[in-house]
């Protein structure tokens, strides 16, 4: 079982940053961030596939956000900039061991998340 602890949300006005920190209890072949809205279904956000170092970021973020990895912790990050209110939700991190390394994936295990406000 790998465990995920999420850090880094809160809560910011418009146009601001946020860094989203992900670490895992032991090494894993792909790791990516979801968030999930009130209401909406979750949406993959990003993906990092920590043997190639392969990144892919949604259309709906990819000029504003950056997904990276620090191999040296089991971890990987989530800059976020210039945050907007539609960017509000709670984010997870997820990861898995096997198979593609792809937002649709299916993923074994999963963070508790942390929560993410940005104000107008």
């Known amino acids: 079982q790998v465990q995920l602890v999420e850090s880094g949300g809160g809560s910011v006005q418009a146009g601001g940053s946020l860094r989203l920190s992900c670490e895992a209890s032991?090494?894993?072949?792909?790791m990516a961030w979801f968030r999930q809205a009130p209401g909406k279904e979750r949406e993959g956000v990003a993906r990092?596939?920590?043997?190639?170092?392969?990144?892919y970021v949604a259309a709906s973020v990819k000029d504003r956000f950056t997904i990276s990895q620090d191999h040296a912790k089991n971890a990987m990050s989530l800059a976020m900039n210039s945050l907007k209110p539609e960017d509000s939700a709670m984010y997870y991190c997820?990861?898995?061991?096997?198979?593609?390394?792809?937002?649709?994936?299916?993923?074994?295990?999963w963070g508790q998340g942390t929560q993410v406000t940005v104000s107008s």
């Open positions: 990092i596939n920590t043997v190639s170092g392969t990144t």
């Open positions: 032991a090494l894993t072949s792909c």
């Open positions: 997820a990861a898995r061991n096997s198979g593609a390394c792809l937002l649709s994936s299916e993923y074994n295990f």
